[in-house]
Each structure stands twice: as structure tokens, then as C-alpha cells.
């Protein structure tokens, strides 16, 4: 079974620009949550959406937005990018992310803002 | 305020050594504490979690250990290999929403030399 897959991998943008990034969880999955990692900040999460609603959100401005398709493919968004910004995103999928903790994470975008 | 305080930041041991690595949360609605390990270029990988009604919890060389009066919990790598050479999280999670969120702590660099 493939897992989790993020794409691009790696992205530069400068101050201003938006980006759009994406997810695709493990076939069946349909739970996915996003989360930045930074040197700085650590893993935090940013929001998570279950059946093509977002369920839960981080401490994270409205900069920071995302949908989830039938598929359960997810997209999250991120517009007037700041250099603080330059991060690794992950994406992560579970089956049923109410029951044991079973979250699979993607090697994740990096993303670096000029 | 960081609720999940991890200690250390980085940890050398020479491999067959004990790897210990600690953490320490805030709220007491967390209620599922969850390992992972990052190797670089990788998204995390849950290695071991634990729910508070249990103290202890092995699967083949890793252990975790819970104190629930302490609010504090630790992960044990025995005969430590170079292979386990990575970037390991704690996390407490709470339910909410539907969902199990977590909160990460900051991480713990270890290196096993051979």
C-alpha cells in the first residue's frame, strides 16, 4: 500500500506570494492534518479534516488555510507568505483518527521564503 | 508555554548503551502519549504510545515508561545501535473534536556511535 505522498517536495518563494501545497493520504484514509516544523517551534499542528471538513485547527493565522476533496485528498494554503514562514509542512493521514492513534506522516514539502 | 517539555535536546550514546530520552506535560486532559522518530528527510514515524491507566509499555527494545502523579514519561532505547540514530518526539494528545490532537514536544537528536 503507498503511503502518504506530498508534492512538491521542495518549493522557494519570496515575501508576498502564496503556495499551495498538497497531500495525499494512504488509500482509504480519510482523515488528514497538516502540521509545520520549524528549528525554532518544533512540530505544530495546523489543522486537521475529516470527510472534506476541517475538524480542528491549530494557533495558526488565517494565512494558513486548507480543504480536503472526496478523494480525501488535502490541499493547504498559505498566502503573503513571511519569511517565517520556511518550514517543513507534513501531512499526515489516519484511518479513523477518533480511535488508536495511527497517524501516518509524508516526507513532507520544504518550503523556504525569500 | 510549551506543554510538552523534552529533555535532552541531543543525546550521544555508544551503541549497546541505554538511550534515555524524557518528557514532561502541563494538562491533564491529555490522555495518549504517543513516540516518534524523524529519521532526516523523513516524516515522523510513531514507534510506541501509551495511555495513562498503564505504567509501562515495551515492544521489543524500546520502552516507555509513564508516571501519571509525575505527569512525566520517558522513552528507553536498550542495546542502542547505530541504526537507531535519529531525531525522536514525544507528543501528548487530548480528544477533541472527534479527534485525537498532539502536542509535540521539541525533540531529541540522538546518535549512537558504533
Known amino acids: 500500500k503507498a503511503g502518504v505522498t506530498q508534492t512538491p517536495r521542495y518549493l522557494i518563494k519570496t515575501r508576498g506570494q502564496q503556495v499551495t501545497l498538497s497531500c495525499s493520504p494512504i488509500s482509504g484514509h480519510r482523515s488528514v492534518s497538516w502540521y509545520q516544523q520549524t528549528p525554532g517551534q518544533g512540530l505544530q499542528f495546523l489543522f486537521e479534516y475529516f470527510s472534506e471538513t476541517q475538524r480542528n485547527k491549530g494557533n495558526f493565522p488565517g494565512r494558513f488555510s486548507g480543504r480536503q476533496f472526496s478523494n480525501s485528498r488535502s490541499e493547504m494554503n498559505v498566502s503573503t507568505l513571511e519569511l517565517g514562514d520556511s518550514a517543513l509542512y507534513l501531512c499526515?493521514?489516519?484511518?479513523?483518527?477518533?480511535?488508536?492513534?495511527?497517524?501516518?506522516f509524508g516526507p513532507g514539502t520544504r518550503l523556504t521564503v525569500l | 508555554q510549551q506543554q510538552v517539555k523534552q529533555s535532552p535536546q541531543s543525546l550521544i550514546v555508544q551503541k549497546g548503551g541505554i538511550s534515555i530520552i524524557n518528557c514532561a506535560y502541563e494538562n491533564t486532559a491529555f490522555d495518549y502519549f504517543p513516540w516518534y522518530q524523524q529519521f532526516p528527510g523523513k516524516g515522523p514515524a510513531l514507534l510506541i504510545a501509551?495511555?495513562?491507566?498503564?505504567s509501562e509499555k515495551k515492544e521489543g527494545r524500546f520502552t516507555i515508561s509513564f508516571n501519571k502523579s509525575a505527569k512525566q514519561f520517558s522513552l528507553h532505547i536498550m542495546d542502542s545501535q547505530p541504526g537507531d540514530s535519529a531525531t525522536y518526539f514525544c507528543?501528548?494528545?487530548?480528544?477533541?473534536?472527534?479527534?485525537?490532537?498532539?502536542?509535540f514536544g521539541r525533540g531529541t537528536s540522538l546518535i549512537v556511535h558504533p
Open positions: 507528543a501528548a494528545s487530548k480528544r477533541t473534536g472527534g479527534s485525537y490532537i498532539p502536542t
Open positions: 501509551i495511555r495513562p491507566d498503564v
Open positions: 499526515a493521514s489516519s484511518l479513523d483518527p477518533g480511535l488508536a492513534y495511527t497517524q501516518y
